[in-house]
């Protein structure tokens, strides 16, 4: 894969997959998933970039892209975006999201930064710089999602000290939900804990009994296949 051929704008789209409000019943907003036309596979766009050293560049492209795309639907629901800590770290970061801020400033929608818990990227969470650049981009309107957890052995670590306005539980809480004693508890306990100051949002739904049961243990938020697939296009 040529590099610079990946990094041209209409080279890359997004697929939004859609959050589910269980109590309202209604949908509570998209997180926008990167695809390319000449790489299928993702985790391998990503890891392609990495390596070439144009991970910065190509988030802030598809962070661009996905948040110029989704101003011109009329949906007022969030917009979850995927991000890396080395971007969130980046020293032209702030600059990016100001400046990209102010060219949507009538039409923006309101965002939250899926911050992954990628192990190469482990030792960025410790960064003395972090919470000031999490405290200038709240100031912005911006909020914060702790992405897939419960996978990394930190993540309790940083969920209290982050002090995220979500949290999505990974998607093996979700799995076989129904019939998994042991997961229910786990969930239940999250819920409760988090209660009031972060949203808990269980990904990976993908049948109608997992979400029965995510329902009455308190979920706030869902997504996964049985809810909504990642799609091109925005309805509803
Ligand atoms: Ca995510």
Do not use: C
């Not at 209409?10 to 790489?39: C, V």
């Not at 997992?210 to 925005?234: C, F, M, N, R, W």
């Amino acid at each position: 894969m040529n590099i610079f051929e990946l990094l041209q704008k209409d080279r890359l789209f997004h697929y939004y997959q859609p959050l589910h409000h269980l109590a309202d019943d209604a949908i509570y907003g998209y997180e926008a998933l990167l695809r390319s036309t000449i790489q299928s596979n993702p985790e391998a766009l990503f890891k392609t970039a990495k390596e070439s050293n144009i991970l910065y560049k190509l988030d802030t492209v598809s962070i661009e892209k996905a948040f110029a795309h989704y101003s011109h639907q009329s949906h007022n629901q969030k917009l979850f975006l995927n991000m890396f800590m080395s971007t969130l770290l980046h020293p032209n970061f702030i600059r990016f999201m100001v400046s990209m801020l102010e060219r949507h400033a009538q039409s923006g929608p309101s965002i939250v930064f899926e911050m992954n818990e990628a192990k190469e990227e482990a030792s960025m969470w410790e960064s003395p710089l972090l919470s000031n650049r999490i405290a200038l981009l709240r100031k912005m309107g911006i909020q914060f999602a702790i992405d897939d957890f419960g996978q990394g052995a930190t993540s309790l670590k940083k969920a209290v000290e982050m002090e995220p306005e979500y949290l999505k539980l990974d998607r093996y809480f979700a799995t076989d939900l129904a019939s998994n004693d042991k997961k229910q508890k786990l969930v239940s306990l999250f819920t409760e804990y988090f209660k009031g100051d972060t949203t808990v949002v269980l990904e990976g739904i993908e049948t109608a009994e997992d979400l029965h049961v995510a329902t009455e243990i308190g979920i706030d938020v869902a997504q996964g296949y049985y809810i909504g697939k990642p799609a091109s296009l925005i309805t509803g």
